[in-house]
Antibody, heavy 120, light 113 residues
Framework: QITLKESGPTLVKPTQTLTLTCTFS??????????VGWIRQPPGKALEWLAL???????RYSPSLKSRLTITKDTSKNQVVLTMTNMDPVDTATYYC????????????WGQGTLVTVSS | QSALTQPASVSGSPGQSITISCTGT?????????VSWYQQHPGKAPKLMIY???KRPSGVSNRFSGSKSGNTASLTISGLQAEDEADYYC?????????????FGGGTKLTVL
């Protein structure tokens, strides 16, 4: 059974760096064809894809946010970490991590999400 | 990188069929048969309903179907039920092999009358 859970601060100040951790079980990020992605959703708004990391350490970023994002993985801990620099109130959102199945080219399992508020 | 275009809302009565469109470009929807659709109920995480344009994951009702024509993908829900009321998002692989990314649609709110 695949599960994912996001963790990190619920409140960050403008200009600070956000660090979110996705801890997962039921799969290994060293298995060919597996990836983990981050997606966010501002309150009342649409989903927005942020970043993706694959089993072979290939990394993909949203072109519009690329300069602010870094995604890494720790296979031994079953964790994926996303950092986003220079946080702004418009970055207030629920942040989700999700399992990427390259055989299906889709996000087939999602975490519950974590709400991050950016405010001074 | 622009979000895929979806209608803001659609509605239908129980038992009817509805279709939600998802319009992209030749750089995303038009170039790849890799559109997925997600259902999201209020306060919940999205759920995968369709992948690779028209395939259903195990456990998803066969009332949900997907298709694509040119730069537009579509999700059809037949035999509408009250529990289908939710937000629906399309998603596509985009870019090239060297600079690929993922893009979501703006979402469509489905109301079951």
């Amino acid at each position: 059974q695949i599960t994912l859970k996001e963790s990190g601060p619920t409140l960050v100040k403008p200009t600070q760096t956000l660090t979110l951790t996705c801890t997962f079980s039921g799969f290994s990020l060293s298995t060919s064809g597996v990836g983990v992605g981050w997606i966010r959703q501002p309150p009342g708004k649409a989903l927005e894809w942020l970043a993706l990391i694959y089993w072979d350490d290939d990394k993909r970023y949203s072109p519009s946010l690329k300069s602010r994002l870094t995604i890494t993985k720790d296979t031994s801990k079953n964790q994926v970490v996303l950092t986003m620099t220079n946080m702004d109130p418009v970055d207030t959102a629920t942040y989700y991590c999700a399992h990427r199945n390259t055989a299906m080219d889709s996000f087939d399992y999602w975490g519950q999400g974590t709400l991050v508020t950016v405010s001074s | 990188q622009s979000a895929l275009t979806q209608p803001a809302s659609v509605s239908g009565s129980p038992g009817q069929s509805i279709t939600i469109s998802c319009t992209g470009t030749s750089s995303d929807v038009g170039s790849y048969n890799l559109v997925s659709w997600y259902q999201q109920h209020p306060g919940k995480a999205p759920k995968l309903m369709i992948y690779e344009g028209s395939k259903r994951p195990s456990g998803v009702s066969n009332r949900f179907s997907g298709s694509k024509s040119g730069n537009t993908a579509s999700l059809t829900i037949s035999g509408l039920q009250a529990e289908d009321e939710a937000d629906y998002y399309c998603c596509s692989y985009a870019g090239s092999s060297t600079l690929s990314y993922v893009v979501f649609g703006g979402g469509t709110k489905l109301t079951v009358l």
